[in-house]
């Protein structure tokens, strides 16, 4: 699923179904339907998000409360339309709020513009601003004949969701080359788990010289076997690229909805926890500020993942954590599962680590890092993991990295 953290505005013209049906497929939703207004509070109408923490935030300064709907169904993102041959002497104002960071996350006003006849106004539930839709002063109602739509996942179907009525896609996948600079990475163990572990006494530092390492254990093992099979109840979305495809799960909103297992409701919010960006810090020499990302990632027969050359562009570092919950079994001809390698820097070794279910490779992600993780054989089961992805400074304070010290290295 693709992220889109900005509303969109689009003039589909007379072509508003296949336009909408397009949309469908960018957001790998499994339908959309025509929807109810969005809710109403005092003198405006929400477009969305509707689900994400961001909403209850900048609403929470204006007094208001959104209520969450009872429905389980997992929402992607919501639209209205206004017709071409609508053109009222008042249109209704969209409006764009974005949290100040600064002053609290009050919302602050970036964007107001009138709705125009024809245009499509769409919001996905991973947008950073909050959009709304306020009346006119004169008329204090919107228009009559706007169109509202969401595009939504069927929790109901969860393993082989089809899309556009057919089967999930395969797509080929060039092999991987066998390359004598391949080496084992550093591995780490540490006890008790590292997440129940409040203050671990354990620490890597990730550089450009050692940009990663496998860490064991993450959870202890009872934990985990129900969280791992509570996942399979997860809305899963397929993803293709060029050369990877894996099905992704948002796990926050899907943590919010009524029907969420309490495992994965209890994980994402010790995995939302603020004292996780310390134990970053402290477990990979990095002061992360933040998080950017946590997701559930599952490769089955067929798939692979190779995000290639993705270095972030805003100049910031990124920290990831890829946690291992579940490997594919029964693969022999899988000699390594997960690649660390240098793009720009093809002479570099190429650092590699086995399957090992829960275990976490922490990788410092900059233009000279990329990983990749090879096609799992037909013959064996499903790879399920939970990505966390943290932002850091420009450029980390060196005095803040140190040697490693306790846990078991080898």
């Not at 572990?197 to 496998?214: A, H, M, N, W």
């Amino acid at each position: 699923m693709m992220i889109i953290r900005q509303p969109l505005y689009i003039y589909p013209g007379d072509r508003l179904d296949s336009e909408l049906d397009r949309l469908r497929q960018l957001f790998s939703a499994t339908a959309i339907k025509s929807s109810e207004p969005g809710p109403p509070f005092n003198h405006f109408f929400l477009l969305g998000p509707r689900t994400a923490r961001t909403t209850s935030q900048l609403l929470k300064h204006w007094g208001l409360t959104l209520n969450q709907s009872s429905d389980s169904t997992p929402m992607i993102a919501w639209g209205v339309w206004m017709p071409p041959q609508d053109n009222p002497l008042h249109p209704p104002l969209v409006q764009v709020y974005r949290p100040l960071r600064q002053s609290g996350d009050r919302p602050l006003l970036i964007s107001e513009q009138p709705l125009q006849p024809g245009e499509l106004i769409i919001v996905t539930e991973h947008c950073d601003s909050l959009v709304i839709l306020s009346p006119s002063e004169v008329t204090q109602t919107l228009p009559d004949h706007l169109q509202w739509f969401v595009w939504h996942s069927d929790l109901s179907l969860k393993t082989f969701r089809p899309i556009s009525g057919q089967p999930y896609p395969r797509i080929s996948q060039p092999p991987i080359p066998v390359n004598p600079l391949n080496h084992p990475g550093p591995i780490l163990r540490t006890s008790p788990p590292w997440l129940s572990d409040f203050y671990p006494e354990i620490t890597f530092p990730l550089t450009p010289k050692t940009p990663s390492f496998q860490l064991i254990s993450i959870l202890p093992s009872e934990e985990l076997a129900a969280l791992t099979l509570a996942l399979n109840d997860a809305p899963w979305t397929r993803q293709i690229r060029e050369g990877s495809s894996h099905d992704i799960c948002n796990l926050v909103p899907w943590s919010q909805s009524r029907t969420c297992p309490s495992i994965v409701k209890q994980m994402v919010w010790q995995l939302q926890n603020p004292n996780l960006k310390r134990k970053v810090a402290e477990l990979t020499g990095i002061p992360v500020t933040g998080r950017r990302e946590l997701i559930g990632s599952r490769l089955r027969p067929g798939d692979r993942l190779f995000p290639g050359e993705n270095p972030p562009s805003d100049g910031k570092l990124r920290v990831q954590l890829h946690w291992v919950l579940q490997v594919p079994d029964n693969t022999p001809e899988r000699p390594w599962d997960l690649r660390v390698c240098s793009p720009n820097s093809p002479e570099t070794p190429q650092i590699v680590y086995a399957a090992k279910p829960n275990s976490a490779l922490c990788l410092l992600i900059d233009k000279d890092s990329s990983y990749e993780i090879p096609e799992i054989p037909e013959s064996a089961g499903e790879r399920l993991s939970i990505m966390m992805t943290f932002e850091s400074k420009l450029d980390p304070t060196p005095s803040f990295i140190s040697a490693p010290t306790i846990g078991e290295l080898y």
